[in-house]
């Protein structure tokens, strides 16, 4: 179908497309620095925080599915928004399945770059921001690993999007004509 040129199938593959590469360019942008900082920090409840992203990481992706469901249901927290059976919360819930994939990803990157990096760049007079910027450029090939699968685990993955972005064609046009009328 791709090689005849089926307009519907490629119209399918570019919003696949679109929609997993912006759910994990957000998974990137939250999910590195709270890699960071579940790396680099030392607070209470750290560990806990570490083992629940190594957890989310084997989270099926139907019980995300069913949890952003759950949200944006009508009758849920953020029913009004109307989000429910549309691209965007598909974008929502792959990202709820990537983010704990680059989160732990990051910071099992970041912890095996030696301890005393930051330290000497510190004490070559680079700043706090600057000394980050080069760890995260140290690690940069497992950064783009952890990117990488958190691409793979969401382009992958048909479950979730499924349960909340519909997948009987025209079904969200009825859905619209019944809440109008």
């Known amino acids: 179908l791709l090689l005849t040129g089926d ?3 490629w119209s399918i593959t570019a919003l696949t497309l679109r929609i997993s590469l912006t759910a994990t360019a957000i998974a990137l942008l939250l999910g590195v620095p709270a890699g960071a900082g579940l790396a680099l920090g030392r607070f209470r409840g750290r560990r806990i925080m ?3 992203a190594n957890t989310g990481m084997g989270l099926p992706p139907v019980v995300v599915g069913l949890f952003v469901t759950v949200l944006l249901w009508r009758s849920g927290p953020l029913g009004e928004l109307g989000l429910l059976y549309t691209p ?3 974008v929502i819930a792959q990202a709820g399945i990537a983010t704990p994939v680059v989160a732990a990803l990051t910071a099992a990157a970041l912890q095996q770059v030696d301890p005393d990096f930051v330290v000497q760049m510190r004490a070559l007079g680079a700043t706090r921001p600057r000394a980050l910027a080069a760890l995260l450029a140290e690690a ?3 950064l783009l690993a952890a990117g990488m699968a958190g691409f793979g685990a969401v382009v992958s993955e048909v479950g979730a999007a499924q349960m ?3 997948n009987i ?3 969200d046009v009825l859905a619209v004509r019944v809440v109008d009328e």
């Open 88 to 90: 965007t919360a598909m």
């Open 164 to 166: 909340v972005g519909g």
């Open 169 to 171: 064609e025209g079904a």
């Open 7 to 9: 307009e519907d199938t």
């Open 140 to 142: 940069r090939l497992p």
């Open 50 to 52: 570490l083992a629940a």
